[in-house]
């Protein structure tokens, strides 16, 4: 088209190099994110929770400036889950005093953010040292650890609803501790989501790259 706009109708067609242009198709993919962020004790005792605020802050970046059709929400959870807006981020901090990992909590909250959107590429990120301790008893937040069973019961039903939701759940590990990876193999065979265990230094290059990854697939 651009030869033709230059040079008119004419054959044979006499293209030149600035002719071609490049069409990135991870671009026509529009993409429901939301990203959920651990911000239980130990996280911060660990020395995980600041690896976890630069992958918040490096995907907020990424979507703005490579993919701003894209929607992306961070949701951090302890006790209670509560979204983070995006000027929120870079002053958000962790609570030495606060006890609980509630992933039933921010799964909820993050159904209601992704059924706002109409797209079929629905996913949540979770960045997570620990196995659930707390759930949600109406409005109020139950912690108990070890954890009690129905702390997992109802974690998995929340999975079981977003997996009928078609939401993608991929779960980032900061620790390889037997609980959590026993929890988290049980919500990757319900809503056939991935896994993986990232060390803090690498998690940045991890979230990031699977997500342009993602993007590219659900392109094709």
């Known amino acids: 088209m651009n030869a033709l706009r230059r040079d008119g109708p004419r054959r044979p067609i006499q293209l030149k190099t600035d002719d071609f242009e490049v069409y990135r198709s991870e671009f026509s993919a529009q993409s429901a994110t939301v990203l959920m962020i651990d911000m239980s004790r130990s996280m911060p005792l660990r020395g995980y929770f600041y690896a976890a605020k630069k992958v918040a802050l490096a995907l907020d970046a990424l979507i703005r400036s490579q993919f701003p059709r894209d929607f992306l929400?961070?949701?951090?959870?302890?006790?209670?889950?509560?979204?983070?807006?995006?000027?929120?981020?870079?002053?958000?901090?962790?609570?030495?005093?606060?006890?609980?990992?509630?992933?039933?909590?921010?799964?909820?909250?993050?159904?209601?953010?992704?059924?706002?959107?109409?797209?079929?590429?629905?996913?949540?990120?979770?960045?997570?040292?620990?196995?659930?301790?707390?759930?949600?008893?109406g409005q109020q937040a139950v912690f108990f650890?070890?954890?009690?069973?129905?702390?997992?019961?109802?974690?998995?039903?929340?999975?079981?609803?977003?997996?009928?939701?078609?939401?993608?759940?991929?779960?980032?590990?900061?620790?390889?501790?037997?609980?959590?990876?026993?929890?988290?193999?049980?919500?990757?065979?319900?809503?056939?989501?991935?896994?993986?265990?990232?060390?803090?230094?690498?998690?940045?290059?991890?979230?990031?790259l699977d997500y342009v990854d993602r993007k590219r697939k659900a392109s094709r």
Request: charged share 20%; net charge neutral.
């Open 73 to 137: 929400q961070v949701i951090a959870f302890s006790d209670y889950a509560r979204p983070v807006k995006p000027h929120q981020l870079a002053e958000l901090t962790y609570n030495e005093s606060i006890y609980g990992t509630n992933i039933q909590h921010g799964l909820m909250l993050a159904r209601q953010f992704l059924n706002r959107h109409k797209t079929g590429n629905k996913q949540v990120i979770i960045v997570t040292d620990g196995e659930p301790t707390a759930h949600m008893e």
């Open 145 to 208: 650890y070890p954890p009690l069973p129905e702390t997992f019961h109802k974690t998995l039903l929340e999975v079981q609803r977003c997996t009928r939701e078609h939401i993608v759940i991929n779960t980032f590990m900061l620790d390889n501790d037997y609980h959590l990876v026993s929890f988290v193999k049980q919500m990757t065979r319900m809503n056939g989501g991935r896994a993986f265990f990232a060390s803090a230094d690498r998690l940045g290059d991890y979230v990031l």
